[in-house]
């Protein structure tokens, strides 16, 4: 299972941004599906979460700012991010657990994308 992500790029403090994330390959059921982001010198850390019946999870640090959705019929996952700030910076990764056709479990991330928020 792959996972492409898109979206990223440099805005201004206080834009916004919008990430997506397609699954592609022989899926059989995503479950759990989240953006994960490491800034500079930081490790990777979790932004959000979203199960497959939709409940969410959000870092604190992004919590009233960031919203996660899903779109199961496209296995896809967007992340939108407003009132973004400076420390909001790094690659952003998207992650999908899930169940292939072939019966196997998987756990995927996809390649990253740059977000940069300039103040």
């Known amino acids: 299972v792959q996972l492409q992500a898109s979206g990223g790029g440099s805005v201004q403090a206080g834009g916004s941004l919008r990430l997506s994330c397609s699954a592609s390959?022989?899926?059989?059921?995503?479950?759990?599906m989240g953006w994960y982001r490491q800034g500079p010198g930081k490790q990777r850390e979790l932004v959000a979460l979203?199960?497959?019946?939709?409940?969410?999870d959000y870092a604190d640090s992004v919590k009233g700012r960031f919203t996660i959705s899903r779109d199961n019929a496209k296995n896809t996952v967007y992340l939108q991010m407003n009132a973004l700030k400076p420390e909001d910076t790094g690659v952003y990764y998207c992650?999908?657990?899930?169940?292939?056709?072939?019966?196997?479990?998987?756990?995927?991330w996809g390649q990253g994308t740059l977000v940069t928020v300039s103040s």
């Open positions: 992650n999908a657990e899930g169940w292939a056709a072939t019966g196997r479990n998987f756990n995927s």
């Open positions: 390959g022989n899926i059989y059921s995503l479950n759990d």
């Open positions: 979203i199960t497959s019946g939709g409940s969410t």
